[in-house]
């Protein structure tokens, strides 16, 4: 496993996509709070545990594409970044996939799970999600032509320097 030196600058989608996790996180313990609670409060004990479950299944299946393309992204300057790159978030999206429907078959069938409140939980955490990526987005300051490096004139050297 070859990587790029050290010494490079990360590339503009890191910062982003740090953030987006670290910021994702912080509102998926405040979606679990809230969520305990009214779960609580609407279902009893069952509904505490749909409340919860819904939260916590949105937030691993979020994470999982944006730790998916941090961990493809230290194959960067590697001849072969495109194929890792693209076999990694594929992989990511399987296994998402897999999981989901073993998460939908396990819970489906247990007592105390409320679907009313799984599926309000699971529906809120999505579009929180959702509002912390484009935020972050908006708010991030990245150049329309970050990670490119340009040709030089082989007459005049190397100008970077």
């Known amino acids: ?3 790029a030196p050290a010494a490079r ?8 996509l740090r953030t987006a996790l670290v910021w994702g996180g912080v509102v998926t313990a405040a979606l ?3 969520g305990a609670v009214v ?3 609407v279902g009893g004990a069952g509904g505490l545990g749909s409340a919860l479950a819904g939260v916590a299944v949105s937030a691993i299946f979020l994470a999982v594409t ?4 941090l961990v493809a992204n230290c194959w960067f300057g590697d001849p072969l970044y495109v194929p890792i790159f693209f076999g990694i978030v594929l992989g990511g999206w399987l296994l998402k996939l897999i999981l989901f429907i ?4 396990v819970l489906r069938g247990q007592d105390w799970v409320d ?4 599926y309000v939980a699971l529906v809120v955490s999505v579009i929180a999600s959702l509002a912390v990526d484009v935020v972050v ?3 991030m300051r990245i150049p329309s032509a970050s990670d490119v490096t340009l040709p030089t004139d082989p007459d005049a050297g190397d100008r970077r320097a």
């Not at 600058?9 to 982003?16: D, E, N």
């Not at 679907?115 to 799984?118: D, E, N, S, Y």
């Open 32 to 34: 679990l709070i809230a």
């Open 39 to 41: 779960g609580f409060a």
């Open 102 to 105: 073993v998460a939908i078959v």
């Open 137 to 139: 987005l908006l708010r």
């Open 1 to 3: 496993m070859s990587t």
């Open 115 to 118: 679907p009313v409140v799984f």
């Open 9 to 16: 600058r990360p590339l503009s989608s890191t910062p982003v």
């Open 66 to 69: 944006a730790t998916s393309i």
